[in-house]
């Protein structure tokens, strides 16, 4: 599980559409598609229904979601604290 395929599932779910998920993360849809499924194949679950309107979340992927942005979160944080130390603050 990579980092990019986290955010490429946290754009998904919070725009609801690869297409607009792709935009945000300056992708094509492809690529996002793969990230997504390579995602729920590693969680060996699928986290999104695909409508015609877009993607919708499961309950697998509603209690990934959560987990999800507290580790992107802890990421920035950690890239905010080397960035301190290493600039002398």
Same mark, same amino acid.
Request: hydrophobic residues 45%.
């Given at each position: 599980?990579?980092?990019?395929?986290? =955010?490429?599932?946290?754009? &998904?779910?919070?725009?609801?559409? &690869? /297409?607009?998920?792709?935009?945000?993360?300056?992708?094509? =849809?492809?690529?996002?598609?793969?990230?997504? +499924?390579? +995602?729920?194949?590693? %969680?060996?679950?699928?986290?999104?229904?695909?409508?015609?309107?877009?993607?919708?979340?499961?309950?697998? /992927?509603?209690?990934? %979601?959560?987990?999800?942005?507290?580790?992107?979160?802890? &990421?920035?944080?950690? &890239?905010?604290?080397?960035?301190?130390?290493?600039?002398?603050?």
């Amino acid at each position: 599980m990579s980092l990019t395929h986290i =955010q490429s599932f946290v754009a &998904v779910a919070e725009e609801g559409h &690869v /297409g607009r998920a792709a935009r945000r993360l300056h992708l094509t =849809q492809p690529p996002l598609s793969r990230h997504i +499924l390579a +995602l729920e194949d590693e %969680l060996g679950t699928p986290l999104f229904e695909r409508t015609a309107r877009g993607m919708r979340l499961l309950p697998a /992927g509603e209690a990934f %979601l959560h987990h999800a942005r507290r580790i992107l979160a802890e &990421v920035d944080a950690a &890239v905010h604290t080397v960035r301190g130390v290493t600039s002398g603050h």
